[in-house]
């Protein structure tokens, strides 16, 4: 598998041990965070871009691509400029819906305001709605 980066920084190739390992460093490194988390089967492609050749590759390692859904996608990641973070809020807790998998980057390094400071706003937001958060089962969604 070939990964290529969108800033022109080169490409890297994974054969079937490269990428078992790759996708397994995420999950050690939680396990060392936190022994007892309960880690799921699941991975997700950069954003979120699959081949049938990374499906199948990712399969063998034991894993299963889990993508998000099209109202559990938050913009987090857009310009703080263009999309403050109080507007990002209004729209993940008004668009939202029951059975949703949202994405969520904890802070990325572009946006002025991290995302993350109004997380908890959006889940009260939400749990006034009367949702409430549950894992993912193992086989994904």
């Known amino acids: 598998m070939r990964y290529a980066s969108r800033q022109g920084g080169g490409t890297e190739v994974l054969d079937q041990a490269g990428l078992?390992?790759?996708?397994?460093?995420?999950?050690?490194?939680?396990r060392q965070m936190v022994p007892g988390a309960v880690v799921l089967p699941l991975w997700r492609a950069?954003?979120?871009i699959t081949t049938p050749n990374a499906l199948?590759?990712?399969?063998?390692?034991?894993?299963?691509?889990?993508?998000?859904?099209?109202n559990?996608?938050?913009g987090d990641e857009?310009?703080?400029?263009a999309h403050p973070n109080a507007a990002l809020a209004r729209r993940a807790?008004?668009?939202?819906?029951?059975g949703e998998v949202v994405v969520?980057?904890?802070?990325?390094?572009?946006?002025?305001?991290?995302f993350a400071a109004v997380l908890e706003e959006v889940i009260a937001g939400l749990q006034a709605r009367g949702f409430c958060f549950a894992l993912l089962p193992p086989q994904g969604r």
């Open 46 to 48: 950069p954003g979120g």
């Open 104 to 114: 969520l980057h904890w802070g990325v390094r572009s946006r002025r305001e991290p």
């Open 78 to 81: 857009l310009d703080s400029a």
């Open 56 to 70: 199948r590759l990712a399969a063998a390692c034991g894993l299963r691509h889990q993508g998000w859904t099209a």
């Open 20 to 30: 078992c390992a790759e996708l397994a460093r995420p999950i050690t490194r939680l």
């Open 93 to 98: 807790i008004e668009r939202t819906r029951d």
């Open 72 to 74: 559990g996608f938050w």
